[in-house]
T-cell receptor
């Protein structure tokens, strides 16, 4: 069963506008949730994580994400997008024995 | 911050040959490393969990005899693709779990394998 879902293959926003990249999860108990960014032919870079505590998590490069238990969501947000934010974004959940399971990825295109 | 390297960054080989990919944690010890495979425009798929000093644990559907994993030290894990075929062409990414921090994983830059 899929643990993490990213419903959008691609998100297009104009530079300066707010952006949202969606992620929903389906794991039992308290999930450990993560966002990573990948630039072409590169590995993954950690953006932020939710383990416990405040539902609003702030991460690198001005990104933040809100954990919503009732909606089982962990959407990634940024108030003002930059062209340099254009990349592939992955939501992930950590399950047994520290295994990470990734969503299908969302390509973010920020246009000047 | 913690750094994970992979070598080579890209490799082209002939069908039927074997290719070894190295994953190193440069400034921390990693009792556990993970190997992922990523097809173009797709997500990362966990292939196996590599444990220092013991056998790797493979995910369902991954051929252990084809993808040999060795984790001989706390800073090095290797993935050998044996008798490679064109369908093995992919982007292989490793991650290493920092033993000291407990859960955090750091990802390598990936290795692009092309089998002709």
């Amino acid at each position: 069963a899929q643990s993490v879902a990213q419903p959008e293959d691609q998100v297009n926003v104009a530079e300066g506008n707010p952006l949202t990249v969606k992620c929903t999860y389906s794991v039992s108990g308290n999930p450990y949730l993560f966002w990573y960014v990948q630039y072409p032919n590169r590995g993954l870079q950690f953006l932020l994580k939710y383990i416990t505590g405040d539902n609003l998590v702030k991460g690198s490069y001005g990104f933040e994400a809100e954990f919503n238990k009732s909606q089982t969501s962990f959407h990634l947000k940024k108030p003002s997008a930059l062209v340099s934010d254009s990349a592939l974004y992955f939501c992930a959940v950590r399950k047994n024995f520290n295994k990470f399971y990734f969503g299908s990825g969302t390509k973010l295109n920020v246009k000047p | 911050g913690a750094v994970v390297s992979q070598h080579p960054s890209w490799v082209i080989c002939k069908s039927g040959t074997s290719v070894k990919i190295e994953c190193r944690s440069l400034d921390f010890q990693a009792t556990t490393m993970f190997w992922y495979r990523q097809f173009p425009k797709q997500s990362l798929m966990l292939m196996a969990t590599s444990n220092e000093g013991s056998k790797a644990t493979y995910e369902q559907g991954v051929e252990k005899d084809k993808f040999l994993i060795n984790h001989a030290s706390l800073t090095l894990s290797t993935l050998t693709v044996t008798s490679a075929h064109p369908e093995d062409s992919s982007f292989y990414i490793c991650s290493a779990r920092d033993t000291a921090s407990g859960w955090e994983q750091f990802f390598g830059p990936g290795t692009r394998l092309t089998v002709l």
